[in-house]
């Protein structure tokens, strides 16, 4: 990917964009630094490789997909679709390297619109915003589950229920939110140690699934197919296997939200995206591969409660199996915390742009440790009410979490489109795709399209009140408050990003 303008106009736009000065940047897009440029390139490549999370995507979901296709979907499919989201990770990457802010996606889908940029703007904002909440909520509550299986199998007396798991997972959230109160430089630190928890645990564990169980498949297990979904179609069970991998790689915006955090912006944060996705596809093969190969009883491994740890209780025996379990679930607990860390700032952009209720109180950094700390707590007590109805029903949690990938992958989907409908005007950063920028668009989303399709139809059958799937509700009830609330009051008040001013005007704003 070419570092080099392609345009005359790009060449104006910026003579030297590696070393171009960060808060130029800003000032030039119209806003005053608020937050503290704390990180470096790694630290932006790691809050997304933290949120896509391997150890927690492939665990949390390999059961179904045992069940969706079995080994060949869940090997071949992570191979092609972990392409398909490199492509959108590119073409989002090129747009965060021309607009390198917190506000990211909504703030670029306002930009690059041609019209109606205050609509383009609204809705793209709301559906990152409900899809970051739901990340949080439902990456909180596989960790509650993860951490519930481990005390059952230390203490075999002991039974979780849903009361249970709730409350665990408000603990979480909690905690995760009082680490973001503080400075950006500890979330800097943990994120980092989240990279290295990654890929020591996945050497571990991957390691210890090739040396340890007495027994693995044949080399030409990879190829075995089963559908379990109840639907007689072994194509349709097959393409809904393709969700595991699409339910692993979401959250990769963490590195363009984190832009005014950033140092050299404009560069590191779409190679934070681009390598995010590269490295996560790569230990994921490996991951899988491991898993898939240690596979027993495959009656028995599909049918367990959670069918990863069953494979390493029967291949690593109970204790070693514990241990790996801990780090599954550090793993789970890092991912929460960067997705926490990026639905904040979106929260901070959004409000600092008057999209919000309370707007002034959400976009305000706290003097002392430079941080949106009510914006914070905001995330936390939204990620909580989604979090409540499980109470009562895991099916009403599941309702309205399944909102999380459809509404994060159409939010990527927006401002790539604007971009490739904008055409030659588009004004590329320093980090783009040069003439490859357009196929490699379309593909992003026409792929975008397909899987959000596909995340919306029945996952299992027979269809009851329990296995109907609920994403295409749960995202008509956020599009439909988004378009009463904008025809009601916010297309008067919200016309898109704003300008405080001239860069010299906006620069004397800077928090010192």
Known sequence: MSERMSTPRARARAADPVVLDDDATLHAMGYPRKLTRRFRA????????????????????????????????????????????????????????AYPTSGALYFSAGKLAKRHKGAWSWFTGWLN????????????????????????????????????????????????????????????????????????GLV??????????????????VTHFENNTGFTSGLYGGM?????????????????????????????????????????????????L?????????AKVAGAAAPPVQILIDGLGLTTAKVMLLIVIGAMLFCGLANLTSNTRQIFAFSRDGAMPGSRWWHSVSLRTRTPVKAV????????????????????FTAIVSVNVVGLFLAYAVPIFLRLRLGDA?????????????????????????????FMLPQASPITVDSFN???????????????????????????????????????????
């Open 129 to 200: 915003f409900v899809g970051q909440i739901g990340g949080t909520a439902a990456t909180g509550y596989a960790a509650a589950t993860f951490i519930q299986v481990f005390v059952q199998l230390q203490w075999p007396s002991y039974r979780p229920t849903a009361h249970q798991t709730v409350l665990v997972t408000a603990l979480i959230i909690v905690l995760q939110g009082l680490a973001n109160t503080y400075t950006v430089q500890l979330v800097a630190v943990l994120n980092r140690i989240s990279v290295w928890w990654l890929l020591i």
């Open 204 to 221: 571990v564990i991957v390691g210890a699934l090739i040396v340890m169980p007495d027994h693995h498949q044949s080399a030409s297990f």
């Open 290 to 298: 491991a898993l898939v190969y240690s596979i027993g009883d495959y």
């Open 42 to 97: 790694f630290d932006n490549f790691a809050i997304s490789f933290t949120i896509i999370n391997i150890l927690s995507g492939i665990f949390s979901s390999f059961g179904f997909g045992m069940n969706a296709g079995g080994p060949r979907i869940l090997v071949f499919g992570w191979i092609g679709v972990s392409l398909m989201v490199l492509l959108i990770g590119a073409a989002m990457a090129e747009v965060a390297s």
């Open 377 to 396: 707590w905001l995330a936390v007590g939204c990620s909580l009410a989604l979090v409540v109805p499980g109470w009562w029903s895991h099916t009403a």
């Open 470 to 512: 609920y994403a295409p509700i749960a995202l008509a009830v956020v599009l439909l408050v988004a378009t009463v609330w904008w025809f009601a009051t916010a297309r008067r008040r919200f016309q898109g990003p704003v300008s405080y001013g001239r860069p010299d005007e906006v620069a004397a704003m800077d928090l010192v």
């Open 240 to 288: 809904l296997g393709l969700l595991v991998t699409s339910w692993t790689f979401t959250g990769f915006d963490g590195s363009f939200h984190m832009s005014e955090e950033t140092v050299h912006a404009t560069v590191s944060a779409p190679k934070g995206i681009t390598r995010a996705i590269g490295c996560s596809a790569i230990t994921g093969l490996a991951l899988m």
């Open 426 to 454: 588009f004004q590329p950063g320093p980090w783009h795709l040069g003439r490859w920028g357009r196929p490699i668009g379309w593909l992003a989303v026409t792929w975008i399209l397909l899987s959000s399709v596909l």
